[in-house]
Nanobody, 127 residues
Framework: QVQLVESGGGLVQAGGSLRLSCSAS????????MGWFRQAPGKERESVAA????????YYSDSVKGRFTISRDNAKNTAYLQMNSLKPEDTAVYYC????????????????????WGQGTQVTVSS
């Protein structure tokens, strides 16, 4: 079992920045693919970014590419999502998730690859 706790959400003006953290406990964190997802009211949960266990491979959705950066510190069992140039359409609950599968360009962006999920943290971007 892996337990995940997100933090760092909040209210920010458009153009601002936030850094989300995902703290993991339980089984060995460093061997997992980490993903960040978000869900806006009335919409499907969508992939935002993912990172391989070594950090050498990453994925970003087109909507956040160039603005968000995913990273991880395996020594601290923590993953991060640095979000810059935030837009009102980034408003959502953000979730981190863990996949025990290896990195896959096809699967790692998909929520079906992830077995463990955090409770989410709200990000609200005002215009």
């Amino acid at each position: 079992q892996v337990q995940l706790v997100e933090s760092g959400g909040g209210l920010v003006q458009a153009g601002g920045s936030l850094r989300l953290s995902c703290s993991a406990s339980g089984r060995t964190f460093s061997r997992y693919v980490m993903g960040w997802f978000r869900q806006a009211p009335g919409k499907e949960r969508e992939s935002v970014a993912a990172i391989s266990w070594s950090g050498d491979r990453t994925y970003y959705s087109d909507s956040v590419k160039g603005r968000f950066t995913i990273s991880r510190d395996n020594a601290k069992n923590t993953a991060y999502l640095q979000m810059n140039s935030l837009k009102p359409e980034d408003t959502a609950v953000y979730y981190c998730a863990v996949s025990s599968n290896g990195w896959s360009t096809y699967d790692s962006p998909r929520k079906t690859a992830y077995a463990y999920w955090g409770q989410g943290t709200q990000v609200t971007v005002s215009s």
